[in-house]
């Protein structure tokens, strides 16, 4: 089955550039979704189809997605974007949803 | 704006059956190229999917569960349930429900519940 590989954490100061990784066979032949989750929290997606923001979502996500790796990036990060990180895309070949194990961004 | 809300049971005994409703309003279940699932999360872990269902019954269920679960839609209360059988304490997790938006370019969860807590323990 396709997986999915994120890094368990990520640091970075206010104000730099977060980036959050998500490894995959190929992924870039994928679309690839992102959630941000808050604790007790449902998760919600800030990036959809590799780079389109949802309304209502700042300009300061964007995503990337090329060969074998996705990228969620956070501009400006705020104490705000603390949070785990998911990626997601869907396998085609068993028809179903697959998650990263999720990453938790710390905003130091 | 659709909003979906997870109901039922919050401690559920071992080997006996979870049943979870998630209503769904703001919209028609029926309306668009929607699928409608449920996922769950244990405590301090990570997402699993369980199983989705489309509104003419058509359900994929993740292999993992799939034989302890049922996914089934009631167009006329526009709600869809969940039913896990045969439950031990490693079903103990927080449960969403949550739409599923199809399109050719890839399937992604647009809308969730707020989640319900259920425990198993006796």
């Known amino acids: 089955s396709y997986v999915l590989t994120q890094p368990p954490s990520v640091s970075e100061a206010p104000g730099k550039t977060a980036r959050i990784t998500c490894g995959g066979q190929?992924?870039?032949?994928?679309?690839v979704h992102w959630y941000q989750q808050k604790p007790g929290q449902a998760p919600v997606v800030v990036i959809c189809y590799d780079s389109d923001r949802p309304s209502g979502i700042p300009e300061r996500f964007s995503g990337s997605n090329s060969g074998n790796t996705a990228t969620l990036t956070i501009s400006r990060v705020e104490a705000g974007d603390e949070a785990d990180y998911y990626c997601q895309v869907w396998d085609s070949s068993s028809d179903h949803p697959v998650f990263g194990g999720g990453t938790k961004l710390t905003v130091l | 704006q659709v909003q979906l809300q997870e109901s039922g049971p919050g401690l559920v005994k071992p080997s006996q059956t979870l049943s979870l409703t998630c209503s769904v309003s703001?919209?028609?279940?029926?309306?668009?190229?929607?699928?409608w699932s449920w996922i769950r999360q244990p405590a301090g872990e990570g997402l699993e999917w369980i199983g989705r269902i489309f509104t003419s019954g058509s359900t994929t269920y993740n292999p993992s569960l799939k034989s302890r679960v049922t996914i089934s839609v009631d167009t006329s209360k526009n709600q869809f349930s969940l039913k896990l059988t045969s439950v031990t304490a490693a079903d103990t997790a927080v449960y969403y429900c949550?739409?599923?938006?199809?399109?050719?370019?890839?399937?992604?969860?647009?809308?969730w519940g707020q989640g319900t807590l259920v425990t198993v323990s006796s």
């Open positions: 703001g919209g028609s279940i029926t309306s668009g190229s929607y699928y």
């Open positions: 949550a739409r599923v938006k199809v399109s050719n370019s890839g399937f992604y969860f647009d809308y």
């Open positions: 190929n992924i870039g032949s994928k679309s």
